[in-house]
């Protein structure tokens, strides 16, 4: 790709399947993101010849990225929907 920008987005709020199957719709058919670490914060590293993305997008990306966690979680058969709902982890004690 000649001529092409990389670029961080942080990835707070935004689903990595959401942003891989969008990215080509914002920013045109030769974007790539994948995800990327920067300053210790996780999120994507956005590669494309085309626009990059406005602040509107980014906001877009949020709004279906919940819709599509939301979703999942309805498939996935829980009673309520609570996206980036807390997991337990059964730790074992200890013993010294």
Request: charged share 20%; with cysteine; glycine share 10%.
């Amino acid at each position: 790709m000649s001529g092409t920008n990389s670029y961080f987005v942080p990835g707070y709020g935004i689903s990595r399947t959401v942003i891989q199957n969008e990215i080509h719709y914002y920013c045109g058919p030769n974007s790539i993101v994948r995800p990327y670490t920067l300053q210790g914060r996780d999120g994507f590293l956005v590669t494309t010849s085309g626009p990059p993305l406005t602040q509107a997008q980014i906001e877009d990306l949020k709004i279906s990225s919940r819709e599509y966690e939301e979703k999942q979680s309805r498939i996935a058969g829980e009673a309520t929907v609570f996206v980036n709902k807390p997991i337990a982890v059964h730790q074992r004690l200890r013993r010294g």
